[in-house]
Every structure is written in structure tokens, then in C-alpha cells.
């Protein structure tokens, strides 16, 4: 699953340390808790949050959890979704979500004025 991210490991005497600069610790931890415990829980995070995580996890190869991020955002969030749709839309694009990239399609076709 972690394949990617091995690059970016080290072993200091019994500690391995992930040296990433674009994760930040609480972000990790999320991922950790999601891989040891199979449970994310999003409902306390904002949009920006949730992004971010989500494209820890995109750099980490969970497919599985961007799928699930993803459709958790859809089925609860979509409002905010269209709050942040500048994030949201460049965040897709760049990351290749092809769930969020369909929302921010459809809602450019029927909300052109979102953008301004």
C-alpha cells in the first residue's frame, strides 16, 4: 500500500521516521488510524481539512480511502463543497479525483457564476 511513500522513510537505531514535507503529523495520524483501524471519521473537519487529507492519502496510494473520502464529500458535503469550489475544482484536476472533478463539472454547467 505504501509502496510511494518508502522513498521517504528512515530507520534511526528503532524508530522509522516519514519524512514528508507536505504531511503534516495530524494529517499522518488520520491515515494511521484509518490503516490500523480501518475507520476514518471526517464530520469534524472543514473542506480545506478534508482535501488535504484526501491527497495525503492519494500520495500514499489508498485508493480505497480517496474513493471514500470522496463519496463521503458528495453524499454529505456538497454545499461546501460548492463553497470552496476553487480548492475543490484545482484540487481535482491536479490529483485526477475523477468524483469530485464530475461535481465541479456539473456544477460549472448549471452555476457558471460560482467561479466569480
Known amino acids: 500500500i505504501l509502496k510511494s511513500a518508502m522513498n521517504n522513510l528512515s530507520i534511526d537505531g528503532i524508530n522509522i521516521i516519514f519524512n514528508h514535507s507536505n504531511v503534516s503529523p495530524e494529517n499522518f495520524g488520520i491515515l494511521l488510524r484509518y490503516i490500523y483501524g480501518g475507520n476514518i471519521e471526517l464530520t469534524n473537519y472543514d473542506i480545506p481539512e478534508i482535501l488535504n487529507i484526501l491527497m495525503v492519502a492519494d500520495k500514499l496510494g489508498l485508493t480505497d480511502l480517496c474513493d471514500y473520502i470522496q463519496d463521503q464529500l458528495l453524499d454529505s458535503k456538497k454545499e461546501l463543497l460548492k463553497q470552496n469550489f476553487v480548492f475543490v475544482n ?27
Open 90 to 116: 484545482r484540487t481535482s484536476l491536479s490529483y485526477g479525483f475523477e468524483k469530485l472533478s464530475t461535481f465541479c463539472n456539473e456544477v460549472l454547467k448549471q452555476e457558471p457564476k460560482i467561479i466569480f
